[in-house]
């Protein structure tokens, strides 16, 4: 399902009657988002939980992540706030555009299906008539209780922690460099691959840098593996997110998001110059696509 007037949300990839392998927060709402942004700064993400977020897989752009105290910027940008226009549909695919009213920017999203992947490419068009710095990144939110016991399948990459939100819920101090997925030294040694078969309240976020642009989600007990492919010149960084309730809110979820920037918010984005200087007139592009096999095991 694809909700195009709540941020051009996908909320649901599965195979004929089989599982959903994107997450919906309980209670989610599939309408459309509230007419209009709201203010920008730090507390956008409280007004995005309460009224826009329905989970799946959205865009962020022109920003990723949260303000980080940047009082221009809204979490995860301004495109997941939208209700954005069906252009053109068809019997495999949609197209849809939105303008970003802060920032000016026109944007233009494909999502494509054959048999068993999605494909999603983005354009975004600085017609503002200003320079903009940008980044950008995809969202897809995963449920932990899918995947349980299974596995996140990443080549040999950089890796750190990033800041934190909540640090009292987080296993590892910020910015601790390791080589993915083990982190030793600590009380525990950690592997970060791991999904785990239980919430154990973590809130936590580690920071990639994937050159192959390439990942898999196992989930043992749908006997299948999530791959997700994108444009790794575009988006070489990708950032795990993993919420296993640490709130009674009933949040237990996961996502891999891939980016164009390495960082957890947009100001620390900023700070590492890992904003693209996008002139007037000029275009960024990006893709990603998700798809499910069948995988045995022992």
């Known amino acids: 399902m694809i909700l195009p007037e709540r941020g051009s949300t996908i ?3 599965s195979r004929p009657g089989g599982a959903n392998i994107l997450w919906n927060p309980p ?8 007419d209009g942004m709201p203010e920008p700064g730090d507390r956008s993400s409280a007004e995005f939980e309460r009224s826009v977020f329905a989970g799946g897989w959205f865009p962020m752009f022109p920003s990723v992540g949260p303000p980080g105290g940047d009082a221009r910027a809204w979490l995860h940008g301004e495109a997941p706030w939208l209700r954005w226009q069906v252009e053109v549909v068809t019997k495999d695919g949609i197209e849809l555009r939105a303008r970003t009213p802060a920032s000016g920017l026109a944007l233009t999203r ?6 068993e992947r999605v494909l999603v490419r983005t354009e975004a068009l600085n017609a503002s008539g200003l320079h ?7 969202h897809p939110c995963f449920s932990r209780t899918a995947f349980a016991g299974g596995s996140v399948l990443v080549a040999p990459s950089l890796s750190r922690s990033a800041s934190s939100a909540d640090p009292a819920r987080t296993r590892i101090p910020p910015s601790t460099r390791f080589a993915w997925p083990i982190l030793s030294g600590l009380d525990d040694t950690l592997d970060f691959s791991v999904i785990p078969a239980r919430s154990d309240g973590r809130e936590e976020h580690v920071l990639l840098t994937i050159p192959s642009g390439r990942a898999a989600l196992r989930a043992p007990d749908l006997a299948v593996e999530v791959e997700l492919e994108w444009d790794a010149g575009s988006m070489p960084h990708a950032l795990l997110w993993q919420h296993f309730r640490p709130d009674d809110d009933g949040w237990d979820v996961f996502a891999l998001e891939p980016a164009s920037c390495r960082a957890r918010t947009h100001a620390e984005a900023d700070r590492a110059g890992h904003l693209v200087d996008l002139p007037p007139g000029a275009m960024a592009r990006w893709a990603m696509s998700l798809s499910i096999r069948d995988v045995g095991w022992g």
């Open 11 to 13: 909320t649901s990839i």
């Open 27 to 34: 209670d989610a709402d599939h309408g459309p988002a509230p």
């Open 110 to 115: 494909w999502i494509h299906v054959s048999d």
């Open 132 to 138: 903009r710095r940008v980044s950008w990144g995809e």
